[in-house]
């Protein structure tokens, strides 16, 4: 594996459910450097989460099918693995913290056992090394009076800090690529911060890589070197989170920035997207944003490719790059093609 | 641990009271004269009056009650009104009968019925699946006392394997008291690992649903640790509660197995007893048998607290 290549490279990366006629996820393609952070931003059902899954192997299959697509991670192909291959990768190499700290964490095991195995599955350590790892990690993610909580269950932890053991778990390994899917959602305001600033915390120590998903653009700005804004199932932007957030190429994207509520000029409503996403069945064959779209034109009947225009800042819009005005295929282009 | 199976101890002595109260008026209410039952040809006037005032028939009947119940906590449960052996002497001797034969049966439920189920649970819409789900049904559907006779058919008479019938007591003969258990236990126990069956698989089916099994993937367990280690342990409440509620039935329910292998359990105790209006005998088996159930109860709540951390606070 070349030096350079990057840590994570998803190419073209789709999933269908069942018989859907339409990919839920369509066309993923994303790529991750060492100790990286990307955020893949995006409302419910856009295909965030699946993407995560489908990473981790997590997926149902059924119902869930892999369409098309390649994820190259430390020389393998993480969507081709067997099973094997794949439990001896995850929860090592890569590992993953989900949305739900109520309900993630087993309710019958002791929250040190649940770390514990972790170690003990890839390291092949001794019970009482990986003990200590699971009380070194439970120091690390700041849970007070670490040598209790390892004998705890987790209903006697508050959200925060079985987060906070969620954290420990994933990381007890040194992983090379964290995958986080809304870590902070469900936790009250004031602890979503505290937990952000740890895992980036333990992300520098690590030198960990990290795909955080989320739908909060705050959590974005805080956290993500590279930003991907997905929409319905596709990535309609992606790009640094500086050049993302300044220069906003994508309706969809100005969308989401202006909704965004702040805490600067009150007056007025908050802006929103009008309409809905379209449902899997109704799903337009060129852009999925078409229905919602204030530029909408007929060329965009057909789907448009992610193009970069500016360092590492691609969009998928026939309008973009905003400024100059790049025309749409005429619809006599779009219906041949 | 202790002071919780203290208090839900305590907390059991109302009900069984209740009980008792419940049984001993529901024998009073059945129709039927237990002393023309007891005289049997002999219809002398006198001699009935005799006997209702030896039985203490003419009292009133809460002074009946507390006679009996008096008895009771003394452990007396009476005297037969038709054999004259005391009561606690025939539930003593048929109850360990019926208490092997049902935890035989159980034993060989669980061991068909969890792992199919949790197999079948792991394997959902699969052939392994609907296969199993077929075994589940016509487990229930075959009527105990026929494949009952089948298995003697077979087993016994044409490949010679094993005793069509007898018992003898645990104690002094093990091997051939299990020889001749094995086959009703079977009977038994096939029936009820359907019910296991399906109940472990729609217990498993919402655990394998659950955040933690994903999270337990994640971790790169295998499959094995997954199912047996975290999936498992979470689904096994409902399957206590059911195995629990079973057992309870196998040892009231047991009656038709038991008269086809010609086994001396508690189920032709009780229906003996019943149609000889032996009130003392029918009272005492009650009450045995609801004690019995109660005591299940507290064994269930106790394996839940084990199982389920949670429950441990309350």
């Not at chain 1, 409302?43 to 856009?46: H, I, K």
């Given at each position: 594996m070349p030096e350079d290549a990057p840590l994570l490279q998803i190419t073209d990366l789709s999933i269908r459910f069942g018989?859907?006629?339409?990919?839920?996820?369509?066309g993923v393609s994303l790529s991750l450097d060492r100790g990286e952070t990307l955020c893949i931003v995006g409302?419910?059902?856009?295909g965030k989460s699946l993407t995560a899954l489908a990473l981790m192997g997590l997926l149902p299959t059924p119902p869930a099918r892999l369409m098309s697509g390649t994820a190259m991670f430390e020389g393998r192909d993480l969507l081709s693995l067997s099973l094997q291959e794949l439990q001896n990768v995850r929860g090592d190499r890569m590992a993953m913290i989900f949305q739900e700290p109520m309900t993630s964490?087993?309710?019958?095991?002791?929250v040190g056992e649940q770390i514990a195995e972790a170690v003990r599955r890839h390291k092949g350590v001794s019970r009482d090394a990986a003990r200590n790892r699971a009380l070194d990690m439970l120091q690390k993610v700041r849970i007070p009076a670490p040598e209790k909580r390892l004998?705890?269950?987790?209903?006697?932890?508050?959200g925060g800090m079985r987060q906070r053991a969620m954290i420990a778990m994933a990381m007890a390994n040194d992983p090379a690529l964290l995958i986080a899917d809304?870590?902070?959602?469900?936790?009250?305001v004031t602890v979503q911060a505290q937990v952000l600033d740890l895992m980036r915390q333990l992300q520098d120590e690590s030198a960990s890589a990290m795909i955080m998903i989320t739908h909060d653009l705050g959590v974005v700005a805080e956290m993500a070197d590279k930003v991907a804004v997905m929409y319905a199932g596709r990535i309609v932007e992606a790009g640094p989170v500086a050049a993302v957030f300044e220069n906003p190429q994508h309706p969809y994207t100005i969308g989401l920035m202006s909704s965004m509520p702040s805490l600067g000029d009150r007056s007025g409503k908050l802006v929103t997207i009008p309409?809905?996403?379209?449902p899997a069945d109704a799903m337009?064959?060129?852009?999925?944003?078409v229905s919602r779209c204030?530029?909408?034109?007929?060329?965009?009947a057909l789907a448009p490719p992610m193009r970069e225009?500016?360092?590492?800042h691609a969009v998928a819009c026939w309008r973009a790059p905003l400024e100059t005005g790049v025309d749409a295929p005429s619809p006599e282009i779009a219906g041949a093609a | 641990m202790l002071g919780f199976l203290a208090r839900r101890i305590l907390i059991a002595i109302p009900t069984v009271i209740l009980i008792s109260v419940f049984v001993f008026t529901l024998q009073k209410l059945l129709p039927g004269d237990p002393v023309l039952a007891m005289a049997g040809e002999e219809r002398d006037p006198e001699v009935l009056a005799f006997l209702r005032e030896k039985y203490r028939l003419n009292d009133p009947l809460y002074m009946q009650y507390f006679h009996w119940i008096g008895g009771v906590l003394q452990g007396d449960l009476g005297?037969?009104?038709?054999?004259?052996?005391?009561v606690l002497t025939l539930i003593g001797e048929k109850l360990p009968v019926t208490i092997q034969l049902a935890v035989m049966a159980l034993i060989i439920a669980v061991f068909i019925g969890v792992p199919t189920g949790i197999l079948s649970a792991y394997r959902k819409g699969t052939w392994i699946d609907w296969l199993a789900n077929i075994v589940a049904l016509s487990g229930l559907s075959i009527p105990n006392f026929w494949l009952g006779i089948m298995l003697i058919l077979l087993v016994?008479?044409?490949?010679?394997?094993?005793?069509?019938s007898g018992y003898a007591p645990l104690s002094e003969d093990p091997l051939r008291s299990i020889q001749t258990m094995i086959m009703p236990a079977f009977v038994l126990g096939t029936g009820l690992a359907a019910t296991l069956m399906r109940h472990t698989r729609s217990a498993m089916l919402g655990v394998l649903k659950s955040d933690y099994v994903r999270t337990a993937r994640a971790k790169g367990l295998n499959e094995r640790v997954v199912i047996l280690k975290h999936a498992l342990r979470n689904a096994l409440v409902p399957i206590v509660t059911v195995a629990t509620l079973l057992f309870g039935e196998l040892l009231a329910g047991a009656v038709l197995t038991e008269q086809i292998f010609t086994i001396p359990g508690f189920g032709k105790l009780v229906v003996d007893a019943v149609f000889n209006r032996d009130y003392a005998v029918v009272q005492g088996i009650v009450l045995c048998t609801a004690v019995a159930f109660i005591a299940m109860n507290i064994l269930a709540d106790a394996a839940y607290r084990i199982l389920n951390p949670r429950m441990r606070d309350t």
């Open positions: 018989a859907a006629a339409t990919n839920l996820v369509d409302e419910s059902g856009c964490l087993n309710p019958a095991l002791k004998d705890e269950y987790p209903h006697q932890m508050s809304e870590p902070t959602t469900a936790l009250d309409g809905i996403v379209p337009p064959e060129g852009c999925r944003f204030p530029f909408a034109q007929p060329g965009c225009f500016d360092r590492g | 005297i037969s009104l038709r054999t004259r052996q005391p016994s008479v044409n490949l010679g394997w094993l005793p069509a």
